[in-house]
């Protein structure tokens, strides 16, 4: 049989900091529309105790849903871990299923080797009549959260054999997106499994060092997965890939997905700033600094947003930074004591300064002007002339170690003007007449 690892460990969370599942939470790994009919989802974040998952095969317009086919409700008795994988088979009810040996053929439910199944076949909802099973091509499954069957809340996942014909991604399922939440196959697929190594062994290596947006979306591409179709039962023949998959998962998911982490130097310190695209479990953020880029101390804690899929902002003022260069780190920490380290920044911090920036003469200027400057002024300066209409005319750098500076004005038209000295984010405005 098959075998789908997640590298290195499973990540085990408590299913009482999440209020509910998210788009990408779950995941289909495998389908099968040839003998015991089903499929196998991969649990990517901790899915509560007593949770109702609803699954269906029949259409979604963008208000609701087609009928004719089937609905399914999975319920769970207790907490389901990261990195779980679910089974559901008989879906054609079948009289050979795997779990239950006292089924009868077209009246049996479906089975699930977690928690239970029940099923209702779409004359609207009217409970265990003659259930349909999976097509090998034009299908479309959604699992989603709800109030019942037919009032979906929330869309998980959704697995496709004909790119969503007759379906639609608006409505309450706009937060669906091929190849980010999605597995689209196009063509008849009798067999279809996440098998991203594409060889014909026994095992297949899913390692899935990232964030659980990022691992879903390796799991939506559909080069990552392999087929075997034809006339007849193609789920346990000699070809690759067959089901149901013997899948073992262990893996390292990112509590936050971190797009920026940058610093400025100000006047009253250095501002760190970095931005997360999604956060899972996620109790707080360390900000840790070191004079070397390697012993490291805390500096102190920003709380984290638990669970979000929303960009979030976070600052952090270091009023102390050290007269030098300073090393920056984040440490990442979850509700259950598991941290993460992200990228070092190095700012070089010349240190604050006082008082007036400079000192201009003289105020009536024929050719030249001085700048006089703090002889222990450690940073580099410019200096912007501006006439009266607010138009930049000219512009001097100035080095670190500068005292005196002398500034060439001779081309100037005769007016009042006005130069800008900036150092950090301190300004300081000294006005002139030319001559």
């Not at 259930?131 to 069957?149: H, K, N, V």
């Not at 098998?195 to 591409?221: F, K, R």
């Not at 976070?314 to 050290?322: G, T």
């Not at 509700?335 to 911090?349: N, P, Q, T």
Request: hydrophobic residues 40%; glycine residues 8%; proline residues 4%.
């Amino acid at each position: 049989m098959k075998r789908l690892v997640f590298l290195p460990i499973a990540l085990l969370l408590h299913s009482s900091l999440f209020a509910q599942l998210n788009p990408g939470d779950i995941m289909f790994v495998s389908f099968n529309a040839d003998g015991f009919d089903g499929y196998q989802i991969v649990a990517l974040a901790p899915i509560p105790a007593n949770t109702t998952i609803y699954f269906t095969d029949n259409e979604w317009t963008g208000a609701g849903f087609n009928s004719g086919e089937t609905f399914w409700i999975w319920s769970t008795a207790s907490e389901i871990v990261t990195g779980s994988v679910l089974l559901f088979v008989d879906f054609n009810h079948d009289t050979n299923p795997l779990f239950n040996s006292q089924a009868v053929a077209d009246m049996d439910p479906p089975e699930v080797n977690i928690g239970s199944v029940d099923w209702f076949y779409d004359s609207r909802t009217a409970p265990n009549g003659n259930g349909s099973g999976l097509a090998a091509g034009g299908e479309s499954i959604f699992a989603y959260l709800g109030t019942g069957i037919l009032a979906p809340t929330t869309f998980l996942t959704a697995f496709t054999t004909d790119s969503f014909a007759g379906c639609t991604l608006t409505g309450a399922a706009s937060v669906l997106a091929i190849g980010s939440n999605v597995v689209s196959l196009s063509g008849n697929r009798d067999v279809c499994v996440f098998d991203n190594d594409g060889t014909n062994d026994t095992s297949v290596t899913l390692t899935c060092n990232g964030t659980i947006a990022q691992c879903a979306a390796m799991i939506a591409n559909a080069s990552n997965w392999q087929t075997d179709d034809g006339p007849s039962d193609q789920d346990a023949d000699a070809n690759h890939p067959n089901f149901p998959l013997n899948i073992i998962t262990s893996g390292t998911l990112f509590p936050i997905e971190l797009v920026s982490f940058e610093g400025r130097i100000q006047e009253d310190g250095i501002l760190l700033e970095w931005i997360t695209a999604s956060e899972s479990n996620n109790d707080y953020m360390a900000v840790e600094r070191s004079a070397t880029g390697r012993d490291f101390v805390e500096l102190g804690r920003i709380s984290g947003q638990g669970t979000s899929y929303d960009l979030q902002h976070y600052q952090f003022l270091d009023k102390n930074p050290l007269p030098s260069v300073n090393y920056y780190r984040l440490r990442q920490v979850d509700f259950d004591g598991r941290k993460e380290y992200h990228k070092v920044i190095a700012l070089d911090y010349k240190g604050p300064f006082k008082g007036q920036i400079a000192s201009l003469f003289p105020n009536q200027v024929a050719q030249m002007a001085t700048l006089q400057l703090p002889s222990a002024l450690n940073t580099d300066l410019e200096a912007r002339v501006y006439n009266l209409m607010g138009q930049w005319v000219a512009s001097f750098d100035i080095p670190a170690g500068t005292d005196a500076y002398e500034m060439d004005l001779a081309h100037l038209s005769t007016g009042q003007y006005a130069v800008l000295v900036t150092m950090g984010q301190q300004t300081e405005v000294l006005r002139f007449n030319k001559l």
